[in-house]
C-alpha cells in the first residue's frame, strides 16, 4: 500500500489483540499515534500528538481511528488544513456527547463537531455497540459526510469483539482506497 496508514486509537490505547494491533502488524506502511496519556485523555494534548504524527507521516495518509479517536479526528479536522489526508476510517464512534453511553473522563472531547470532513470517510459501526445508538452513528457518518456501515451485533469492535486481522474490515478499507481513487 502506498499510503501511510495512521492507526488512532481510543481511550486506554488498544490491547495486543484489539484489530488495530493486528493492522499496524500487517500493513507495512501503518504507524500509530502515540498519546501521552491514554487513561486521562485531555483534547488538546491528543489533538497535539495526532498533529505531530500527521505533520512527521510520509506522503498521503489514511485514517484508521477507533472509538473516542473518532471524535478527535473531527476535532483536529475542524482546525487544520487536511491536505495530507487522503481518507479515513471512523470505526465504532464513541458517543463523548452521551453520558449514558460514554464515561466522564472524555466528556472534553464534547461536543463532536458535526462538520463534513474533506476527505471521503466510511463510518462503521455496531448495532450493539454500548458506546454509541446506531441512530447516532449514522447522524454522525451524515454529519461528516461519510459513507455509513452496520456490520451488525460485534459489539465495540474492540478486543472483545475477536475481530483479530479482521477481513471485513480490510474489504471496507480497500472500497475506500477505490473512493480515494475516484475521486482524484
Not at 490505547?13 to 493486528?22: A, F, L, R, V
Not at 488544513?81 to 460514554?102: C, E, N, W, Y
Not at 456490520?151 to 482506497?177: C, V
Request: with cysteine; aromatic share 8%; hydrophobic share 40%.
Amino acid at each position: 500500500m502506498k499510503h501511510t496508514i495512521l492507526i488512532v486509537t481510543g481511550l486506554g490505547d488498544s490491547g495486543e489483540t484489539h484489530w488495530q494491533n493486528y493492522w499496524l502488524q500487517h500493513f507495512e506502511t501503518a504507524q500509530k499515534v502515540i498519546q501521552k496519556d491514554w487513561d486521562n485523555p485531555i483534547l488538546k494534548d491528543w489533538l497535539e500528538s495526532l498533529n505531530t504524527s500527521i505533520e512527521s507521516a510520509e506522503g498521503e495518509i489514511i485514517i484508521v481511528a477507533h472509538s473516542l479517536a473518532c471524535s478527535l479526528i473531527s476535532h483536529w479536522s475542524k482546525e487544520n488544513k487536511t491536505d495530507k489526508i487522503v481518507g479515513a476510517l471512523l470505526v465504532a464512534p464513541a458517543d463523548v456527547d452521551s453520558a449514558a453511553h460514554t464515561p466522564e473522563e472524555i466528556r472534553n472531547f464534547s461536543p463532536i463537531p458535526l462538520l463534513k470532513l474533506d476527505f471521503p470517510s466510511i463510518v462503521i459501526t455496531s448495532s450493539n455497540d454500548p458506546y454509541i445508538s446506531l441512530e447516532r452513528a449514522s447522524l454522525l457518518a451524515e454529519k461528516w459526510g461519510s459513507s455509513f456501515i452496520n456490520i451488525g451485533e460485534k459489539g465495540h469492535l474492540n478486543s472483545e469483539s475477536k475481530l483479530e486481522y479482521w477481513p471485513e474490515g480490510q474489504e471496507i478499507l480497500q472500497s475506500l482506497l477505490e473512493m480515494i481513487e475516484s475521486n482524484k
